[in-house]
């Protein structure tokens, strides 16, 4: 195993367009995050799932973004309407319950224009 | 809101021991105290986290005050490749989410 995979690395998309994420996480995995990261600010949780659940969403996710985790592995993160200001690096993050540390990938970098 | 306060930049020579400090004077009991870095362009990685006892690991170590109320990690002989955001989070570890909570982070720049 390789660690968190995500997919696209970079999207470039117009504004209005929709986008769809993926995360893979480590396999062992149960635990799900995304994050969303402006530039020189730090993570920003948006959601998380245990197994298939969605468990929590931030305020920060709006009704234009939609998270699934459909049989507890792999993840896609939606943008629909997408906006000038969703424009960031998304992150997710993988971890075992009870356990400290999470491991992130390497991102998925939305320039919106 | 972020728990932690720590200084948004510090310089370190290279070779030289980096010691990053973090404040959490208001961390509860059940919380730890977890370090993770971030290298320009990539997600952030996990360094080591503890309760209340110091720790240490291949990347670092952890030295947290008897009140639990500060901490500093310790990369023991920084190299230019440790150049990155250190970010200090407080956090329970239980089975509640750990939706962890990221402040500004300390800019750590290692120089030759």
């Known amino acids: 195993d390789t660690g968190v995979s995500q997919d696209p690395r970079h999207k470039i998309t117009k504004r209005g367009q929709n986008v769809t994420f993926r995360c893979d996480p480590i396999s062992e995995h149960n635990r799900l995050y995304w994050y969303r990261q402006t530039l020189g600010q730090g993570p920003e949780f948006l959601t998380y799932?245990?197994?298939?659940?969605?468990?929590?969403k931030s305020r920060l996710l709006s009704d234009r973004f939609s998270a699934e985790r459909p049989k507890g592995s792999f993840s896609t993160l939606e943008i629909q309407r997408t906006e000038q200001g969703d424009s960031a690096m998304y992150l997710c993050a993988s971890s075992l319950a009870w356990i400290g540390g999470y491991t992130f990938g390497s991102g998925t970098r939305l320039t919106v224009v | 809101d972020a728990k932690t306060t720590q200084p948004p930049s510090m310089d370190c020579a290279e070779g030289r021991a980096a010691n990053l400090p973090c404040n959490h004077s208001?961390?509860?009991?059940?919380?730890?105290v977890y370090w993770y870095r971030q290298i320009h362009s990539q997600g952030p990685q996990y360094i080591i986290h503890g309760l209340k006892n110091n720790e240490t690991n291949e990347m670092a170590s952890l030295i947290i005050t008897e009140d639990r109320k500060s901490s500093t990690l310790i990369l023991p002989h920084a190299t230019l490749r440790d150049t990155a955001v250190y970010y200090c989070?407080?956090?329970?570890?239980?089975?509640?989410?750990?939706?962890?909570?990221f402040g500004g982070g300390t800019r750590l720049m290692v120089k030759p």
């Open positions: 799932f245990q197994n298939e659940a969605q468990l929590e």
């Open positions: 989070i407080v956090d329970a570890n239980n089975n509640a989410g750990n939706m962890l909570t």
């Open positions: 208001t961390i509860s009991g059940n919380e730890y």
